[in-house]
């Protein structure tokens, strides 16, 4: 599969998706959210990926949001005349699209406004000690709201409105990040890549349809109460009772051998 603004690649059940437009320090237009659509419901449907890493090209920028040069140019509906279900920037994410495969996502530098989602919604995060976080989207006169409302499932309220109304007048570093949660490791930049595949190298080892489902059950419980939650999740354990990954993992665990999972497919 070739794209424009992407690069994919697939090596021992874990897939490398590079966002790939480094002279916009990866700010994503109108052609890199249809693509992403399509690459995160191409994976997530892939039975050769069990988990993902998502980075940005070059060494300066993660995601820098949506490209200004666009909004300006009226090549966007960032004013929101479109609804949720239209709008191709709802689709940017695993999350957004439904995808449960587990991302590991590898902050390369600069997070800025809409790079945020993709922040918000990862499962692990490495971060480069190099790397800022800020939001310039008040700075620009647009509402700071998708992406700040994810962040405060991850981090504290307050420091969410920190990033949210100074509008870039201040930068969180990565040790800040890391402080409050958002990041989940910072290393050297030679070995953010290294240590993102190894930890997704790792993840892929295990059942990838119980990778899957419990990954749906832990993002699908942030949205209802505890006590649906875990109703919810109760009636996923009993619907993978019959799955055969449990007797395999059983089985090799008692003859001291590496699983044979079934490939997971989102159905």
Request: charged share 25%; hydrophobic share 45%; with cysteine.
């Amino acid at each position: 599969m070739t794209f424009e603004t992407l690069r994919l690649e697939v090596a021992d059940r874990v897939a490398t998706l590079t966002l790939n437009r480094p002279e916009r320090h990866n700010a994503f237009n109108l052609t890199m959210a249809e693509e992403l659509h399509r690459a995160w419901n191409t994976l997530h449907g892939d039975p050769d990926v069990v988990s993902i890493v998502l980075t940005g090209a070059g060494e300066k920028a993660f995601c820098t949001g949506m490209d200004l040069a666009d909004v300006a140019a009226g090549e966007t509906t960032e004013s929101g005349k479109q609804s949720r279900e239209e709008a191709p920037w709802f689709k940017l994410t695993a999350l957004h699209n439904r995808c449960w495969k587990p991302v590991v996502t590898a902050v390369n530098g600069m997070v800025v406004g809409g790079g945020f989602h993709f922040i918000a919604d990862s499962d692990l995060i490495v971060c480069a000690e190099h790397a800022t976080f800020f939001d310039t989207h008040v700075k620009a006169g647009l509402i700071a709201g998708l992406e700040p409302v994810g962040l405060a499932r991850r981090i504290p309220f307050e420091a969410v409105m920190r990033l949210a109304l100074l509008g870039g007048s201040e930068r969180m570093s990565a040790e800040e990040a890391l402080s409050l949660g958002l990041v989940g490791e910072v290393v050297p930049a030679e070995r953010l890549l290294p240590r993102a595949l190894e930890l997704a190298h790792k993840i892929a080892e295990h059942s990838p349809t119980a990778l899957a489902r419990t990954k749906q059950c832990l993002w699908e419980s942030l949205d209802v109460g505890l006590d649906e939650a875990l109703g919810r999740t109760w009636e996923a354990i009993n619907e993978h009772v019959d799955h055969p990954d449990l007797a395999e993992g059983a089985r090799a665990f008692v003859e001291k051998r590496k699983p044979r999972w079934k490939p997971y497919t989102g159905k």
